[in-house]
Every structure is written in C-alpha cells, then in structure tokens.
C-alpha cells in the first residue's frame, strides 16, 4: 500500500504558491509517496511537475471544480492534468441534494468520462456524508453519481453517515478511483487513530478491491498540518 496526502489538510500550511512548492518536500519527507491537489495557486503544470519530481512525488489526483470539465473547458483541462502527470481529475462534491440535482451532476459527469475516456482520463466525485441519505425517489445520491462519475469515497464521512461502506466499495469497485483514509469523533475530524471509524477495515477494504493508494485527508488539523500528519503517517505505518 502506497500513501498520498490531499493537500486541503495542509493550507493552513501553504497559503500561496510559494507555500505550495516548499510543502511538497516536507510531504516526501514524512514519507508520503504521493499528492492530490486541491488547487493549483496559480502555478503552471510544467513548474509543479518539476517541484513533484525534485520532490519525489507523483500526484494521485485533483480536485477542481466541475466547471473545469464543461465543453468550453474540459480540452484544457486534460491538457494541465496531463502535463502535471495524471490522469485522474476530481472534484470535491456537487449538487446532489435533490434527485433533480444528483440527476443533472451524474449526467455531466457521465458526458466527462465518455469524452475521457478516448483520451486516457477519469473524472471522479469526492463524496461526504450526505451523499448517503436517501434523496425524495428513496435513491442515495451516492449511486445516482456513480452511474456517471468514478467515486472517491471518503470513508469518515461515510461512517458518519452510518453508511456500509466496506459493503458499497466491494458492490461497486470498478467505480471506485480512489479512497480518502480520515478519522474523526461526531462529525469532528482528526488524526487517524484518534477518532471513532473503523479504519482497519478500510485499510482491509481498500486491499481487498485492489487499491494501490490511501489519501489521507483531515479537514481540520491539529496543532497544524504538518504535525497532524505526521501522527497519521504513523499510524497507517503501524496498520500496514
């Protein structure tokens, strides 16, 4: 098992482009192997390749938004994703509060992935915990995405919705892109071991529907987020 580290649980750290170049070696150094980007600071591809390179890291994915995959977008978007070396383009959530809402993110979604998919790139969907309430049809926003996006489960949140999430990633692997490993108590999230989810059944979990990458992610770090995933890293190197 390989583990990234979703840089929004550092922006407290980083804070602007120079920030984000200086983080990248003290990630490497901690022992993580790998990035997802949440948000660019305004740097080129070509200059944070370079960084992730003397770094030592590759990227896991992205987070950006679904306007960056609209018609009038999407082309360069690939291409930035491309030059940053990876093909896997996120998002942090979407309109899925209704089933009008959950409808129309799947079905764009939907249309991202087929024009991907000629050109070697998937488009996943970061969830929380509401995706896994029933929606007015009795449909989970979770499934009506997954018909068009590649999911990236976040696994507190689910817990925290009292969601089977073992049970949902092993009926839907081959929608599965990626996997957010994260801890938390009542809807707090921390450092892994010091909440409340069943993280070793995650780690079990991912191992079973054959990823490769964890991504550790905390919304909200303590005392700051170098420290907070340094703690984290510890514990994922304990639970191998």
């Known amino acids: 098992m390989k583990y990234s580290?979703?840089?929004?649980?550092?922006?407290?750290?980083?804070?602007?482009?120079a920030g984000l170049l200086r983080i990248?070696?003290?990630v490497r150094k901690i022992g993580f192997e790998g990035v997802e980007f949440a948000g660019?600071?305004?740097?080129?591809?070509?200059?944070?390749k370079e960084a992730l390179d003397?770094?030592?890291?590759?990227?896991?994915?992205?987070?950006?938004?679904?306007g960056d995959f609209m018609p009038d977008t999407i082309d360069s978007t690939i291409a930035f994703h491309k030059a940053l070396g990876t093909n896997l383009i996120g998002t942090g959530g979407g309109p899925h509060r209704?089933?009008?809402?959950?409808?129309?993110?799947?079905?764009?979604?939907?249309w991202a992935n087929k024009y991907g998919e000629?050109?070697?790139?998937?488009f996943y969907y970061h969830t929380h915990y509401t995706e896994f309430y029933p929606l007015e049809s009795g449909r989970l926003p979770v499934d009506v995405i997954a018909a068009g996006a590649y999911m990236e489960i976040d696994t507190y949140?689910?817990?925290?919705?009292?969601?089977?999430?073992?049970?949902?990633?092993?009926?839907?692997?081959?929608?599965?892109?990626?996997l957010h490993i994260k801890d938390g108590v009542d809807g707090h999230p921390c450092a892994l071991g010091e909440g409340q989810n069943d993280l070793p059944t995650v780690v079990q979990t991912a191992k079973d529907i054959g990823i490769n990458?964890?991504?550790?992610?905390?919304?909200?770090?303590?005392p700051t987020g170098i420290e907070d995933i340094k703690r984290s890293y510890a514990w994922l190197k304990e639970h191998e």
């Open 5 to 17: 580290v979703q840089l929004y649980t550092l922006r407290d750290d980083i804070k602007d482009a």
């Open 40 to 48: 660019f600071y305004g740097l080129d591809p070509v200059t944070l």
């Open 98 to 110: 209704t089933d009008a809402d959950a409808d129309r993110t799947s079905l764009i979604f939907k």
């Open 118 to 122: 000629s050109r070697g790139v998937k």
């Open 54 to 66: 003397d770094a030592g890291l590759i990227v896991t994915g992205t987070h950006c938004g679904m």
């Open 213 to 222: 990458w964890l991504i550790l992610e905390n919304d909200d770090p303590k």
């Open 157 to 178: 949140w689910s817990f925290h919705a009292k969601a089977d999430t073992r049970g949902w990633l092993l009926a839907n692997k081959d929608r599965v892109a990626a």
């Open 24 to 26: 990248l070696p003290e």
